[in-house]
């Protein structure tokens, strides 16, 4: 049955001149206790409803227990999440970014984590789409590149380089999208002394695709401010190329399937090789992802990709661990050494 009324709602139908197609999600539910409330078999198909429409429209789904355990489970993780800012369990981890030619500090980039009383340490692909969904991403957000910002002002001042300490940190369309994130930036710059030229924005391509034309004029004035703009992801998403020449772009971020596939054959080696060299044609600046061996770096380096990061290198790192990542691994002119 529920084939029948996906198939035939598939179907485009007119009305008032207009041909409209919808698509249709499907959840089921049943029972063979005549004891089960009607409201809790409605609220099992409601469920699967929306695991099938998680699937695309055109699907249905059965339900079964295993989701009524993971609704319950994501509810908790809600409750929790809640409690994590204001109990400040949540961290900023740094991950170092090293320039590949000399194997110098160039910065970091800021990532968050939440430090769960029970789960242990959890990264944002566990609980962050449960933060977008309750409305709560926007100020943690906003609490992590403040937190970015005055930490790395005070690296910089405490560990002074030729080339001043960077920082790297993900701006969401969300956040983007706020009528006030030009002067919120410049009164935290002001506020943590922070040269701006020293801050990198990071953008995923998906903000390129939905949000174009809007996203160009706040990055726009988000760079006239001083500050970087960084495509993260780069070559995972299909707008890229017919947005670059136009979006306000200092640094491409090669993904890191790219570099993990980079020496199992020719195709991914000449991927790399071909984003590099459309990014120096371009003036704008490369920083590979997720390099985890002496290969993968060797042959980054040898393409010329200016920065790299990953675990070959050194995992995202608290705030006290970077203070001894700096003093056990960076001589004088802040190269690493491998242990």
Not at 204 to 211: K, L, P, W
Not at 246 to 252: A, E, K, Y
Request: overall charge negative; glycine content about 6%; proline content about 4%.
């Amino acid at each position: 049955m529920a084939e029948r009324i996906v198939t035939t709602l598939h179907h485009p139908f007119h009305l008032q001149g207009h041909e409209i197609q919808i698509g249709t999600s499907v959840g089921i539910a049943t029972t063979t206790s005549l004891e089960m409330p009607f409201t809790q078999l409605l609220t099992q198909a409601d469920i699967a409803m929306y695991r099938a429409k998680s699937r695309g429209r055109g699907n249905y789904v059965i339900f079964d227990a295993a989701m009524y355990a993971e609704v319950l489970t994501r509810r908790q993780l809600e409750l929790d999440l809640r409690q994590a800012i204001e109990h400040r369990q949540l961290r900023v981890y740094y991950q170092p970014i090293v320039v590949l030619a000399t194997q110098e500090i160039a910065g970091f980039e800021a990532v968050v984590r939440w430090q769960h009383p029970e789960q242990g340490l959890l990264s944002p692909t566990e609980f962050w789409s449960v933060a977008e969904e309750v409305g709560i991403s926007l100020p943690i957000e906003r609490w992590v590149l403040r937190q970015a910002c005055y930490q790395i002002a005070e690296w910089q001042a405490r560990h002074p380089t030729q080339s001043p300490l960077m920082i790297g940190v993900n701006l969401s369309g969300r956040q983007l999208a706020q009528p006030d994130i030009v002067l919120y930036l410049e009164r935290l710059l002001l506020e943590t002394g922070l040269p701006s030229h020293t801050l990198m924005l990071e953008i995923t391509e998906d903000i390129v695709i939905q949000q174009a034309e809007p996203a160009i004029a706040a990055l726009t004035r988000l760079r006239q401010l001083g500050v970087s703009i960084g495509l993260d992801d780069f070559g995972t998403g299909y707008a890229s190329l017919s947005y670059l020449h136009r979006f306000p772009v200092d640094v491409l971020k090669i993904d890191g399937a790219f570099v993990h596939a980079i020496n199992q054959d020719d195709k991914n080696g000449e991927i790399v090789r071909t984003i590099v060299t459309l990014a120096h044609s371009l003036k704008i600046s490369t920083i590979a992802e997720g390099i985890e061996t002496f290969d993968q770096f060797s042959q980054l380096r040898t393409l010329h990709c200016n920065y790299g990061q990953g675990y070959f290198f050194a995992e995202p790192l608290t705030q006290f661990a970077v203070e001894s990542f700096l003093h056990a691994y960076c001589s004088e002119r802040g190269v690493i050494k491998r242990p």
